[in-house]
């Protein structure tokens, strides 16, 4: 199944401009994907400990990390 844990990631900042910094180890993640109100994901690069955000609408946002391990993780943000 689809597990969803609370593992403290350091993240910002939020609400989030251009760049959004996610400190998890890149080896950690299998990908990431930032998920609109209407439930519209998009997977996006992670490198650097950071993904881009400056070509998103403002608004609300998931970050949905998930694992390689299985284990997801979701941040609630909000784009200026």
Do not use: A, W
Request: glycine share 6%; aromatic share 12%.
């Amino acid at each position: 199944g689809v597990e969803s844990i609370s593992f403290d990631i350091n993240s910002y900042p939020n609400p989030v401009k251009d760049v959004f910094y996610i400190e998890i180890q890149d080896y950690l993640v299998k990908d990431i994907k930032v998920v609109d109100m209407m439930g519209r994901s998009k997977i996006v690069d992670f490198k650097n400990g950071y993904i881009e955000m400056k070509n998103f609408h403002s608004g609300y946002y998931l970050i949905r990390i998930c694992r390689k391990d299985g284990k997801t993780q979701n941040i609630k943000i909000i784009k200026e």
